[in-house]
């Protein structure tokens, strides 16, 4: 109890929510103002039936402490009667009932005839603070100018307080869409009706963007452009990455970035696509990756420990030798066989004719294109087991 007084509560000061009796019970005591907090101990119930003679129940004596304060009211409006210079703030009870505290002090259950809307939102008790229930979603570019007008009811006359600007983030871009063309990424987007100066392009290689609750900071996104407003706001944007290597997996989003206040969007939709090898008019470029393959790092995890000719024609037939000119492994490649990496790249799993595991060591390679017998490709690759 807030003093060393003990109370009774009668079954007149009990008002019950019928949706939740047992966890929701107001309880009034007149001793006690209430805009000040006070602690009921040990509340518990106890059943009086009306019978003849009455019949009452064993106590729930189970210790549940309950408190109650004023201090933590909202008042959603107000409301202003000028033929009596009276305010009325609009309250909601437990049941979700409205009723009105009036600036005499008074509590009533309807406001008069005549009365004005206060736009302001107004907050009461300590501490005071209030949840603007007016603006239910801050987004888009926008500044919202808040301050306080504090009131006496003896004094009336406002305090006003100093100016607060919030503003909110610009409105998330939608609809990321990326395709991969030619060994570059095509992004489109499309544009949203904000203030908006640039939209700024990010990018990885992981699927761990895909779960990260706060993607801007993570240290393995790259931001790789970015794409300036012009014209319509809602027109659609595009943005090509060049800088793609093969087979691999990408994952984009975007955001929107207001100069004016200097804020950032939350990340778009995120786009993945997957890069293959594509292949190549003729066999110049082949080669083979990594080179060399030493075992335990991460360029020959990333292979799974195999090699892969990249580079290569649509249809190519790869011979690897020793050193002293022995075959080891012919390997021919098009795109359904299935160790194609797309239509112009070709695994080798490093081993044999046999299916044995080659040994650490610098071996030969040729390949061939199958439709030009001029075209031939020779090198070498090194294995570090």
Do not use: M
Request: hydrophobic share 30%; proline share 6%; charged share 20%.
């Amino acid at each position: 109890i807030l003093d060393d007084n003990e109370y009774t509560v009668t079954s007149d000061d009990i008002q019950f929510n019928p949706n939740d009796a047992l966890s929701e019970v107001i309880v009034n005591i007149p001793e006690f103002n209430n805009d000040h907090p006070f602690i009921i101990e040990n509340f518990y119930l106890q059943e009086i039936v009306n019978t003849s003679p009455f019949t009452i129940s064993e106590p729930d004596t189970t210790p549940v402490n309950y408190v109650w304060s004023g201090y933590t009211d909202y008042y959603k409006d107000v409301y202003y009667d000028r033929s009596t210079d009276t305010y009325y703030w609009e309250k909601t009870d437990n049941w979700g009932n409205t009723y009105y505290q009036v600036s005499d002090g008074s509590v009533v259950k309807s406001l008069p005839t005549g009365y004005e809307t206060i736009i302001e939102i107004y907050g009461y008790g300590y501490p005071e603070s209030i949840i603007d229930y007016t603006k239910p979603q801050l987004t888009g570019s926008t500044q919202y100018f808040y301050w306080v007008k504090k009131y006496d009811f003896l004094s009336p006359a406002p305090i006003n307080s100093n100016e607060v600007a919030v503003s909110t983030n610009p409105i998330c871009p939608t609809n990321l869409v990326a395709v991969h063309t030619n060994q570059t990424v095509e992004l489109t987007w499309n544009g949203v009706p904000d203030d908006i100066f640039r939209y700024y392009i990010y990018k990885c290689s992981t699927s761990a963007i895909l779960e990260s609750p706060t993607p801007l900071e993570e240290n393995y996104i790259e931001k790789v452009g970015g794409i300036t407003v012009s014209g319509t706001p809602t027109a659609t944007y595009s943005f090509t990455d060049n800088y793609v290597d093969n087979y691999n997996n990408y994952y984009y989003f975007i955001t929107a970035y207001n100069r004016t206040t200097d804020l950032e969007s939350s990340r778009s939709n995120i786009a993945s696509v997957r890069i293959n090898f594509d292949y190549e008019s003729d066999l110049k470029k082949a080669h083979n990756v990594p080179n060399p393959i030493i075992f335990g790092t991460k360029d020959a995890e990333k292979e799974n420990n195999n090699i892969v000719f990249v580079g290569l024609t649509e249809e190519a037939d790869i011979y690897i030798y020793t050193l002293r000119g022995n075959l080891v492994k012919k390997i021919t490649h098009n795109a359904s066989s299935p160790t194609a990496y797309g239509t112009g790249g070709e695994k080798w799993d490093l081993t044999n004719e046999s299916g044995n595991p080659v040994a650490t060591g610098l071996y030969f390679y040729v390949i061939k294109n199958p439709k030009n017998s001029d075209d031939i490709k020779k090198g070498k690759l090194a294995i570090v087991r």
